[in-house]
């Protein structure tokens, strides 16, 4: 069993403490993302499941047993790291059986295992080649050879994409996702770009400051999110926030009213850039920039001294210092305590 179960779980720096408290379940199979700002404890949390980093207090258990005493060689985890970490003067099949022979298995079984996971990595005519004559994405499909000939319990992604060029990127995201489909080992991935995370995760655990803020299906996480920072996180454009009046369960927001939560108070109103749509009774918002980019048209404009995008998958002619008016789906509106910042 490759489950992951985090108790009660704190660390400190000296007399910082950066997490406190955490708990979190993974299920045998599952591919869960941890997603975050920088320094929100993502990593911390990946190395401390890992051994590299100690923990003061709770507990980490991978299947049934408790790990927290145990080094990293004996926790039946595997790790892929941002820098692919091979070896120069290795050939890339001794950079993928390298764990194994330290671990003093038979050398046919090394090869074996070697080569199955080249021909899943589509590896198999570079395996005598050094990793100098690899591009970057041949370089890190080895990398994640070298975890999957060990057949750990779980695999370790800590941000393994992030010195690769955009359109690599999404290649490599479809890798992995493949990957695990295939293999079904539990995964357990590192990422601060939220659409990484919502495109390879069977769920998304958005982290910050130390906190888990939410965990949910990608889609659960875009549709209901529970606070402000999660709404805003999660999404590219992010949500747009918009200063709204709650009354009666009425959202009033630049003279126009729109169904709502009950209560009374200051709130933001959030809408998505996709939910914005042309309408002659719509909000008249103040065009700054267009961006088309051939498959949809982003539309930076004011309203009311507040930014908000839209997005339109449509094509249209709009100029600079236009006013259009700009109506939200009422269906997909997101109401938030003002103070507090949770969803209402």
Same mark, same amino acid.
């Given at each position: 069993? /490759?489950? %992951?179960?985090?108790? $009660?779980? +704190?660390? +400190?720096? /000296? +007399? %910082? $403490?950066?997490?406190? /408290?955490?708990n979190l379940d993974i299920a045998d199979s599952e591919f869960v993302a941890l997603v975050g700002p920088s320094g929100c404890g993502k990593s911390t949390l990946l190395r401390m499941i890992a051994g590299l980093e100690p923990i003061n207090s709770g507990t980490i258990s991978i299947g049934d047993r408790v790990v927290n005493a145990l080094p990293p060689s004996q926790r039946d985890i595997a790790m892929v790291f941002q820098t692919y970490a091979l070896y120069p003067h290795k050939t890339v099949a001794e950079n993928m059986g390298f764990a194994l022979k330290v671990s003093r298995v038979n050398k046919s079984e090394i090869a074996e295992r070697v080569r199955e996971a080249a021909e899943i990595l589509s590896l198999t005519e570079y395996l005598d080649r050094k990793p100098r004559h690899l591009s970057g994405g041949q370089r890190q499909r080895v990398a994640m050879g070298r975890a999957i000939v060990r057949d750990p319990e779980v695999f370790l992604f800590d941000e393994p994409l992030s010195n690769l060029d955009a359109k690599l990127r999404i290649q490599m995201r479809t890798e992995i996702k493949q990957l695990h489909q295939r293999l079904k080992t539990t995964t357990v991935? %590192?990422?601060h770009d939220q659409i990484e995370a919502m495109t390879l995760a069977d769920r998304v655990v958005v982290m910050q400051a130390g906190l888990i803020e939410q965990i949910g299906t990608p889609l659960e996480l875009y549709d209901y999110p529970c606070n402000i920072f999660v709404a805003t996180f999660i999404g590219a454009p992010s949500m747009n926030l918009l200063q709204a009046e709650l009354a009666n369960g009425s959202v009033s927001v630049g003279g126009r009213h729109f169904p709502g939560p009950s209560g009374a108070g200051s709130v933001k109103l959030g809408v998505r850039p996709e939910h914005l749509q042309l309408a002659e009774d719509g909000l008249p918002m103040t065009v700054k920039v267009v961006e088309p980019t051939g498959s949809e048209t982003m539309v930076f404009l004011d309203f009311q001294n507040q930014d908000v995008v839209a997005v339109f998958r449509e094509r249209h002619e709009f100029s600079i210092g236009q006013t259009i008016q700009l109506q939200p789906d009422p269906e997909k509106l997101h109401v938030f305590d003002a103070d507090s910042h949770k969803r209402l």
């Open positions: 069993m /490759g489950s %992951v179960n985090i108790s $009660e779980l +704190s660390k +400190s720096y /000296g +007399s %910082v $403490e950066i997490m406190r /408290g955490l991935f %590192v990422t």
